[in-house]
């Protein structure tokens, strides 16, 4: 144990953070401190040197980004053992928004007993190219995924897209030119903030509330601008996890089709819950581009989506975005993709990622202050509201030094003053007893004082 250990510090040769982080390095060498050595708690280290809470955790984080130590969650910062794996209690990444792994050794085999069958195809799967759109069998097998979302979908109306993010380019490339303007969330997936980056397009940020998308902020935005397309997320939309109800997405068709504006739905959440209103699209199929990828229902390496056109003219224009950026999606993924689908286990996986998610998000309602963050009983992620005092960017530095990691607002916010809200994945492959141990740390920093930071740092 090493609770009592205290740096030599020079506070004219430089921050103090960096000062700190170079006298763990230089005490490990000189054998003072040693390997697996518990370091003082931060707040005590803090204290004993008469430098802010915040210094020491940037500290503390600094040396771990150079692999002298490890934070293990609710135990405290080590030393790391020269040539040691991280500890089963050490680092846990919440800030990816991963499908949680389940454990069930008969699907997972099933999973890859099915990609093995696929040897029968012979070489042609393999030695072949295929038109942008996607092969008949791929674009049949995204109707039957979707049928309960929009029954009836013809399969002609269906792209196979190389990700949900290549088909937002694709259809947001093909309805707004450089300069011109579309319409988001107000914290909004941080993909879509890089796509319109790149296109250099302008973003309107539309207020939300407990549903999403306050339709009074998109009446006025359309009034206001010549909006060429509003992109949402109506179902657990990320990062709130805001569902929009029948009545806020009805009205946001009327004022869309009021202003003829265009409308991108990313339903990447889907089909996650057991029960939620219909999408956008069967509401206005017409007005709607539909998007559906398989990363967080079924699986993040398939990297397929099924876009629904609102017709075969705007179906084209998309399928020559994609063959003009990404050529195709692979046919080897959109094989599996099919097998998957056809045979029931892509609808077997997502059951167990619902039931896993489930799980997980008990644990947070039972770790977590009551009504300190917004979740979905079937999601896989939470977004927590700070207590008064608290600093997004000071609850995510006090959170990395202790091996836990989170996505801070301004990663989601379009515009300036971004809320004090954090992200929280709950997903990955973290089994359930860390993700307990990591929201019991999360819970405990909550209930602790935050500690403002200065200009020592």
């Known amino acids: 144990m090493s609770d009592d250990w205290r740096p030599r510090l020079d506070p004219a040769a430089g921050p103090l953070y960096l000062a700190i982080a170079e006298a763990i390095a230089s005490d490990l060498t000189a054998g003072r401190l040693a390997p697996g050595a518990r370091l003082p708690p931060q707040r ?5 040197l008469g430098v802010d809470f915040t210094t020491v955790s940037r500290a503390y984080a600094e040396a771990a980004r150079r692999g002298l130590v490890e934070g293990r969650v609710g135990q405290g910062t080590y030393v790391r053992v020269p040539g040691a794996a991280a500890s089963a209690g050490g680092p846990v990444d919440l800030s990816m928004n991963l499908p949680p792994h389940f454990e069930d050794r008969e699907l997972t085999g099933r999973m890859w007993r099915e990609i093995a069958e696929l040897q029968a195809t012979g070489l042609d799967l393999l030695l072949r190219y295929q038109e942008a759109g996607g092969a008949a069998a791929d674009r049949q097998a995204g109707a039957l995924w979707l ?35 579309i319409c988001a969330e107000a914290l909004t997936y941080p993909g879509l903030k890089a796509l319109a980056a790149q296109l250099r397009l302008n973003v309107i940020g539309l207020a939300m509330d407990g549903e999403g998308i306050v339709p009074d902020a998109f009446e006025a935005a359309c009034r206001d601008h010549p909006v060429k397309a509003l992109v949402c997320t109506p179902t657990l939309q990320n990062p709130t996890t805001a569902t929009m109800s029948l009545a806020r997405r009805r009205a946001l068709v009327d ?6 504006v265009p409308i991108v739905e990313d339903d990447a959440y889907g089909l996650l819950p ?30 397929i989506a099924y876009l629904a056109a609102p ?15 990404t050529a195709m999606a692979s046919p080897l993924t959109a094989a599996i993709a099919t097998r998957w689908i056809t045979g029931g ?12 998610a489930r799980a997980r998000q008990v644990l947070a309602a039972r770790l977590l202050p009551a009504g300190s963050f917004a979740a979905h009983p079937d999601g896989f992620h939470l977004w927590l509201n700070l207590p008064p005092g608290w600093t997004r960017g000071e609850f995510a530095l006090q959170l990395r030094a202790t091996g836990i990691g989170v996505v801070v607002s301004d990663a989601f916010a379009i515009g300036p003053n971004p809320p004090e809200a954090v992200r929280i994945g709950l997903g990955g492959p973290a089994p359930r007893r860390q993700i307990d141990k990591a929201l019991a740390a999360v819970a405990d920093i909550l209930d602790g004082a935050p500690v403002m930071t200065s200009a020592a740092v």
């Open 44 to 48: 005590v280290l803090a204290q004993g």
């Open 274 to 303: 057991e029960t939620s209103p219909p999408p956008i699209a069967a509401l206005a199929p017409d007005l709607t581009f539909h998007i559906a990828g398989l990363a967080k229902p079924v699986s993040p390496a398939l990297r």
């Open 255 to 260: 004022i869309a089709r009021a202003h003829a």
């Open 147 to 181: 049928q309960d979302r929009l029954p009836g979908l013809d399969p002609e109306r269906i792209t196979v897209c190389p990700g949900a993010q290549s088909a937002l380019l694709a259809v947001i490339g093909a309805l707004a030119a450089p300069g011109e303007t």
């Open 311 to 325: 017709d075969s003219r705007s179906g084209a224009k998309v399928r020559a975005a994609i063959r003009a950026t």
């Open 345 to 356: 286990t892509a609808q077997a996986v997502r059951d167990a990622i619902r039931q896993e």
